[in-house]
């Protein structure tokens, strides 16, 4: 029986040894660092574009900024925006990527209102116009959204050539941000 209780000390002893050997090692085993160049692992997908009304919730309650527009005049031709429904859309992912698509652009476009209309079917679809708020430009080419959260906002609105001057309608796209109570003017 002693010889049997001797062999399993021993071999308890040989485990020991194993283990506390083991974790000796692995604590010098070499690290591997970053992967080399051209092995990264890709980047997150890009938010997903897809319509869903709850993205649009936070744009439903009531704030204290106020969004103040102007149309700009330059170039050869004068436009404005006068008698013209101007159209503000809370940024959501599908905004933004209908922006994108419409106006070449999710930050600021003059575009020939046309070539914005040509590209309708390329946009993602969905219907925004529960969200959106809506005013008219004055004769002074001038318009304003009060009682807005804080946020981004996408203003769009068409621009035509004043009497007397030809060009092309243009389709105007702004990204706006209101936050901490204040008026933001901008111009288009």
Not at 128 to 133: A, D, G, L, R, T
Not at 150 to 163: E, H, I, Q, S
């Amino acid at each position: 029986m002693a010889y049997k209780l001797g062999g399993m000390v021993d071999r308890v002893r040989i485990l020991a040894a194993t283990a506390v050997l083991t974790a000796s090692l692995s604590a010098c085993a070499p690290s591997l660092g970053p992967p080399p160049p051209g092995r990264m692992a890709a980047p997150p997908p890009i938010a997903d574009s897809t319509f869903r009304a709850a993205d649009f919730a936070w744009s439903q309650v009531p704030g204290k900024n106020t969004l103040s527009g102007a149309m700009v005049h330059t170039g050869a031709v004068r436009y404005s925006c006068a008698g013209q429904t101007v159209v503000l859309t809370p940024e959501t992912p599908w905004a933004r990527k209908r922006m994108q698509v419409l106006y070449e652009s999710d930050q600021h476009a003059a575009l020939a209102a046309d070539d914005v209309r040509s590209r309708q079917n390329q946009a993602p679809p969905g219907d925004s116009n529960p969200f959106v708020k809506r005013v008219l430009c004055d004769a002074a080419d001038h318009f304003s959204f009060a009682g807005l959260p804080d946020g981004a906002w996408y203003v769009v609105t068409l621009a035509k050539p004043v009497a007397g001057q030809t060009g092309p309608s243009l389709a105007m796209m702004r990204r706006v941000i209101t936050r901490g109570g204040k008026v933001t003017a901008f111009e288009l």
